[in-house]
């Protein structure tokens, strides 16, 4: 799972949207609230083609181990490379992939049957060993896995035959499971982990992987250069694109020009400043896509004027989500009553013990200056200047946060944007002398797996390194513990959605918007999945060329 970004939208009204055609995109016609159409799929490929050329708007990868994956970059790539044990489909639901089955003997086992079929680039047969040192290494400090809360209740992980893995746990865990479908359930070969050790991921320590595409170049600050594996053991998804080039283009114009020229054939993350210049154009198709991504403002600790869930609850009654939702997102997102999205849940065998909870949520209010006024009054806070730091250059972001300045000054407060450059942002998440000075920070997280359990509990968790604001409701970690011990989907569901009405009440959050994936293809390409589904999938291999390839 990753944490929230800047770094793992839809609800009911997206069980209709996700149903439209595939293929669907703007096709040229701007955006708008009422016309858009969602799909997770768009027209298979047709042809084979020499080079591909995509972007990576969020810039170069820090690192492509799949332990250490946990943001737009890395993941966009590195899913690419490392196939995980389970695979998440483009509509969010699980589907085997190097286990080909699983089964609980009891409520402390998981037993996984793997492929026999499976190699490594180099040829070397993927087997029981080369999964256990994949998972096993994320226990150790030296690796840094994002993901070492998966592992918090696991006993064991022995090989219990060539081709089969068994998993102990100290208590029952619902979450392990999917964990699979991500960075941490990816498998790398035992031999060359050890050999690579730290290194591995990076431009010098290299890969060793089994997925449809292997890493052949990484110039470091210019780009990076994959190649088809042709031996790759899905022959569905064996790539039509024989060369794959990664850009970091981060600049929104020079995105545009590129994209609009041809030099850049595609990208995910297209910034609503570029599709509205892409959307007015016939070179490509520009998709919209159902997406797990979430906007939210988060107060940084304790002593935060936002720490108070009144001011909290005091700034989500003056923003005006109807507006920012067409003026900032061009109506290419939902507004949200909490700070999970419903793709995360909605093809959960307990879909609609999910989908009620939600529905009992309060409703997302509308403004209401005067009520907000009394909140204020109420919190009398000593401090009504709350600084908010954003990604530097993210002009989706600060144009949120005007109108949360714009709205806050009539109830009192001042909201001070901290524009922070990108490693400053991705680090003030996990490193808390870089939240000195901070009150809040805008969040751009999305979550990875299917199931609201995982994020919600890094929020809400007294153990949870992102629980800044030293939150604890007792009642609500009762029930999340014993939504991830149960291992019945319907009773956890149930477990979860009583959690989610608690602190949904009292945890000091301003949930912002839900936006959609949005994605560009040219017209010589086409067959990615238009939805955030991508950023645990093997997108590429699904890449090909079009009738139009030669146009």
């Known amino acids: 799972m990753h944490a929230p970004r800047t770094t793992a939208l839809t609800f009911t009204a997206l069980l209709t949207l996700a149903a439209c055609s595939p293929g669907t995109g703007t096709g040229g016609k701007a955006a708008s609230p009422?016309?858009?159409?969602?799909?997770?799929?768009?027209?298979?490929?047709?042809?084979?083609?020499?080079?591909?050329?995509?972007?990576?708007?969020?810039?170069?990868?820090?690192?492509?181990?799949?332990?250490?994956?946990?943001?737009?970059?890395?993941?966009?790539?590195?899913?690419?490379?490392?196939?995980?044990?389970?695979?998440?489909?483009?509509?969010?639901?699980?589907?085997?992939?190097?286990?080909?089955?699983?089964?609980?003997?009891?409520?402390?086992?998981?037993?996984?049957?793997?492929?026999?079929?499976?190699?490594?680039?180099?040829?070397?047969?993927?087997?029981?060993?080369?999964?256990?040192?994949?998972?096993?290494?994320?226990?150790?400090?030296?690796?840094?896995?994002?993901?070492?809360?998966?592992?918090?209740?696991?006993?064991?992980?022995?090989?219990?035959?060539?081709?089969?893995?068994?998993?102990?746990?100290?208590?029952?865990?619902?979450?392990?499971?999917?964990?699979?479908?991500?960075?941490?359930?990816?498998?790398?070969?035992?031999?060359?982990?050890?050999?690579?050790?730290?290194?591995?991921?990076?431009?010098?320590?290299?890969?060793?992987?089994?997925?449809?595409?292997?890493?052949?170049?990484?110039?470091?600050?210019?780009?990076?250069?994959?190649?088809?594996?042709?031996?790759?053991?899905?022959?569905?998804?064996r790539p039509k694109v024989k060369k794959l080039t990664f850009l970091f283009v981060t600049d929104n114009s020079t995105l545009t020009s590129a994209l609009l020229s041809g030099q850049i054939d595609g990208s995910y993350e297209i910034p609503s400043t570029v599709a509205k210049a892409l959307s007015s154009s016939d070179i490509g198709t520009l998709y919209y896509g159902p997406s797990a991504q979430t906007v939210f403002v988060y107060p940084t600790g304790p002593k935060s004027p936002l720490a108070d869930h009144r001011i909290a609850q005091a700034l989500s009654l003056v923003l005006d989500r109807d507006a920012l939702v067409k003026n900032v997102y061009d109506g290419a997102a939902q507004k949200l009553k909490?700070?999970?999205?419903?793709?995360?849940?909605?093809?959960?065998?307990?879909?609609?013990?999910?989908?009620?909870?939600?529905?009992?949520?309060?409703?997302?209010?509308?403004?209401?200056?005067?009520?907000?006024?009394?909140?204020?009054?109420?919190?009398?806070?000593?401090?009504?200047?709350?600084?908010?730091?954003?990604?530097?250059?993210?002009?989706?972001?600060?144009?949120?946060?005007?109108?949360?300045?714009?709205?806050?000054?009539?109830?009192?407060?001042?909201?001070?944007?901290?524009?922070?450059?990108?490693?400053?942002?991705?680090?003030?998440?996990?490193?808390?002398?870089?939240?000195?000075?901070?009150?809040?920070?805008?969040?751009?997280?999305?979550?990875?797996?299917?199931?609201p359990l995982s994020y919600a509990q890094m929020f809400t968790s007294p153990l949870s390194p992102l629980n800044w604001i030293k939150y604890d409701n007792p009642e609500v970690t009762a029930l999340l513990t014993r939504s991830q011990a149960s291992l019945d989907p319907q009773a956890s569901a149930e477990l979860f959605t009583q959690a989610q009405a608690l602190y949904t009440a009292d945890l000091p959050m301003v949930p912002i918007s839900a936006p959609y994936e949005r994605m560009f293809m040219n017209k010589r390409i086409s067959g990615a999945p238009a939805s955030f589904a991508y950023i645990n999938m093997p997108w590429a291999a699904m890449l090909g060329g079009t009738d139009k390839a030669g146009s």
């Open 34 to 237: 009422g016309a858009l159409k969602l799909t997770s799929t768009t027209p298979a490929a047709s042809g084979t083609l020499d080079e591909v050329t995509w972007n990576l708007p969020f810039g170069e990868p820090t690192t492509l181990d799949p332990a250490k994956v946990g943001d737009y970059s890395p993941n966009t790539v590195e899913a690419n490379l490392c196939d995980p044990l389970l695979r998440i489909r483009p509509d969010y639901s699980l589907a085997p992939g190097l286990a080909t089955s699983w089964s609980n003997p009891d409520d402390k086992t998981l037993v996984l049957n793997l492929r026999t079929d499976v190699s490594f680039w180099n040829g070397h047969a993927m087997t029981a060993e080369d999964v256990v040192a994949s998972l096993a290494r994320q226990r150790e400090t030296a690796t840094q896995s994002v993901n070492t809360q998966a592992l918090a209740n696991v006993s064991t992980i022995t090989a219990t035959g060539d081709h089969q893995v068994t998993v102990r746990f100290k208590t029952p865990d619902e979450l392990f499971l999917k964990y699979l479908a991500n960075g941490f359930g990816a498998v790398s070969e035992a031999a060359y982990l050890k050999k690579a050790g730290t290194s591995y991921g990076t431009a010098k320590g290299g890969l060793m992987c089994t997925g449809p595409f292997k890493l052949s170049s990484w110039r470091s600050g210019d780009s990076l250069t994959t190649v088809r594996n042709t031996a790759y053991w899905d022959t569905s998804l």
């Open 338 to 451: 909490t700070f999970i999205p419903s793709l995360v849940w909605q093809k959960s065998e307990a879909a609609d013990v999910y989908a009620k909870g939600y529905d009992a949520l309060p409703a997302v209010p509308d403004v209401d200056v005067a009520k907000a006024k009394r909140l204020v009054d109420e919190a009398a806070p000593k401090q009504r200047t709350i600084s908010i730091a954003m990604g530097a250059g993210d002009q989706q972001s600060l144009q949120t946060l005007t109108f949360l300045q714009a709205a806050a000054k009539k109830i009192g407060l001042k909201i001070a944007v901290k524009q922070l450059q990108p490693t400053q942002m991705s680090g003030l998440f996990y490193d808390p002398s870089l939240r000195k000075g901070l009150d809040a920070t805008m969040a751009l997280g999305y979550i990875e797996i299917p199931d």
